[in-house]
């Protein structure tokens, strides 16, 4: 899928297609960026595993350091931000990856920094949007861990950039969601609900075919 696409798309379904309420492709290529960003979140498009080298005795680590590890992965994925991160496991060695408790701010600010210890990882927690902990922190140097991370795609800017963030047939749903930004800043409420519930069935029936979404364990 192009740019190009999409615009073209988008533009067919707000019935625009000769330019005559949206006149300029920059404003529709907006919303098709703000709707990109809506796919990968709701169906985990961009999720991926990165590894990153932990500190002896740090404990807080930023996501500027998992997105620049996220970019270095193999194809250099369009990473532009760290949405949220999923999961960690703390890597002991090559053969062995610690699944890591994630634990509520509270309770790892009981156990883990009341009294700071070094040790083998066992869990972390979020504080704020861009940093995560580690606790007991590492031991040593040589330690790494894989993050299992869900990222916001690079905007596309020419007609001619190709889609390499969300695969088709996911791709199908960004003219629905930047058709319902494109009509919700344009101020025109009368067709927001058509947008979202035909964006809401599509996106199921295909979510249901694939996984993770289709195994009972919606927690994998």
Not at 129 to 136: A, K, N, Y
């Amino acid at each position: 899928m192009l740019l190009s696409d999409y615009i073209y798309l988008t533009r067919n379904l707000l019935r625009d297609a000769n330019k005559r309420f949206w006149k300029l492709d920059s404003d529709i290529t907006k919303y098709v960026n703000l709707a990109r960003d809506r796919v990968a979140i709701d169906t985990n498009a961009t999720r991926v595993n990165a590894t990153i080298a932990l500190t002896q005795g740090q404990e807080a680590y930023s996501f500027s350091l998992v997105l620049a590890a996220v970019q270095s992965l193999p194809g250099s994925p369009p990473a532009r931000n760290i949405l949220t991160i999923l999961a960690i496991n703390y890597i002991q060695t090559a053969t062995f990856y610690m699944p890591l408790r994630r634990l509520a701010w509270s309770d790892f600010n009981r156990v883990f920094r009341s009294n700071p210890f070094q040790g083998m990882c066992q869990a972390w927690s979020m504080q704020g949007l861009q940093t995560f902990f580690l606790g007991p922190t590492p031991p040593g140097t040589g330690y790494t861990a894989e993050i299992d991370c869900l990222y916001l795609p690079n905007n596309l800017t020419d007609p001619a950039n190709v889609e390499t963030a969300i695969p088709d047939p996911l791709s199908e749903l960004v003219p629905l969601m930047a058709a319902r930004w494109a009509t919700y800043y344009e101020q025109d409420k009368s067709r927001l609900d058509e947008f979202i519930i035909h964006y809401e069935m599509e996106k199921n029936m295909m979510l249901s075919q694939m996984p993770p979404f289709s195994v009972l364990n919606r927690n994998i």
